[in-house]
């Protein structure tokens, strides 16, 4: 089974499915590449903010020395946490020698909101463990990046956690424009809006936590699961597919790429296997349904934000 590319803006082609790497930890996310490559990954979705961004680095390098696979096969994404404009290339330099590449695919500014790092890098909080923000205009940021792209260092940039209205902002800007916006997209958050909203401007969505993040820190015994709704399931017996193949083709069918993470290689292979069966539209339709707008992510990670003028979740 070999994988779909997307064109994007920019004429460049983007693999439709990526493999994620937040949460894979230093010790097993290497291992977790390599087995990828070999199903037959090529997108990978990274972070400065995942702290794993070395180790997959060497990966990389093992692979790409051991003739696996070629430099020109592989996208490379990795995301910008702190959007001081004067430390742009300073926090992507970081990224690009861990990653040990010769150029980064895509970079893309990981949150609207700009937040505060603390003395070790990580994010800072403050004495209520809330993430401390700034007052930094994206714009100024993106202005910062396009320079990458110029001096050849990335071919695509885009933004992830953007709403409309903030990435009309940087269409009014851009030179080189945003290709992507990657956000969280499954059967309980849907985006329908915003997901139209991009694809009549050629932008395209990047679904992230396709299965709502079931190993997210702040889960709880009684939080749904999409594995097991009974919309899902059934339509999963009828393709004879899995609940986790049902919910990735739900982001394929919607035109969109998707990066679902796994350090787990049969795990990884089932993922893989999307590209043999198609939902129907009213399949879609009757996912679409399910949207109930649950954020895996608000409480714990977003809600402390909430009242930062670049807050994105007040519109769609
Ligand atoms: N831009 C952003 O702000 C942002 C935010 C969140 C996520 N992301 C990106 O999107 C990626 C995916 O999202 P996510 O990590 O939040 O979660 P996810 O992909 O929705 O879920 C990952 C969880 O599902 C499990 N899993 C994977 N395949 C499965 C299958 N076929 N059946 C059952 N369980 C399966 C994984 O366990 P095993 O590993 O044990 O298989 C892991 O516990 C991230 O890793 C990251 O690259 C970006």
Redesign the pocket.
């Known amino acids: 089974m070999s994988l779909r590319l997307l064109t994007l803006s920019n004429g460049r082609k983007m693999p439709q499915l990526g493999?994620?790497?937040?949460?894979?930890k230093p010790d097993e996310v290497g291992n977790?590449v390599k087995s990828a490559i070999d199903i037959g990954y090529r997108h990978f979705?990274?972070?400065y903010a995942?702290f794993n961004e070395k180790e997959i680095g060497d990966a990389l390098k093992e692979v790409l020395s051991d003739g696996k696979v070629k430099r020109e096969e592989l996208f490379i994404v990795t995301?910008l946490l702190y959007l001081s404009p004067e430390s742009v290339r300073k926090n992507f330099m970081e990224s690009y020698k861990k990653l040990q590449l010769d150029y980064i695919d895509l970079y893309?500014i990981?949150?609207p909101i700009p937040l505060q790092a603390d003395e070790t890098g990580g994010l800072k909080k403050d004495e209520t463990g809330a993430y401390v923000t700034d007052d930094i205009d994206y714009l100024d940021t993106y202005k910062e990046m396009e320079k990458l792209v110029d001096d050849g260092l990335v071919k695509s940039i885009g933004v992830?956690?953007f709403n409309h209205k903030q990435l009309e902002r940087i269409l009014g800007v851009a030179k080189h424009k945003p290709v992507t916006n990657?956000?969280?997209v499954?059967p309980y958050f849907t985006r329908t809006k915003l997901i139209n909203w991009c694809l009549e401007r050629n932008i395209i969505t990047t679904c992230?936590?396709?299965?709502?993040?079931?190993?997210?820190p702040w889960a709880k015994d009684d939080d749904p699961n999409l594995?097991k709704d009974q919309v899902v399931k059934s339509i999963a017996s009828k393709h004879n597919k899995?609940?986790?193949?049902v919910l990735l083709r739900f982001c394929i069918d919607l035109g969109c790429a998707v990066?679902?993470?796994?350090?787990?290689p049969g795990?990884?292979k089932?993922?893989f296997e999307i590209f043999n069966f198609k939902l129907t539209p009213e399949e879609v339709t009757s996912i679409q349904s399910l949207n109930r707008n649950w954020m895996?992510?608000v409480d714990a990670f977003w809600h402390p934000a909430r009242n930062h003028p670049f807050y994105p979740f007040n519109e769609f």
């Open positions: 493999l994620g790497t937040w949460k894979s977790a979705d990274t972070a995942y995301k893309l990981h949150t992830s956690n990657q956000i969280e499954h992230y936590s396709p299965f709502a993040s079931l190993d997210r594995l899995t609940p986790a193949q990066i679902p993470k796994s350090v787990n795990r990884m089932e993922n895996m992510s």
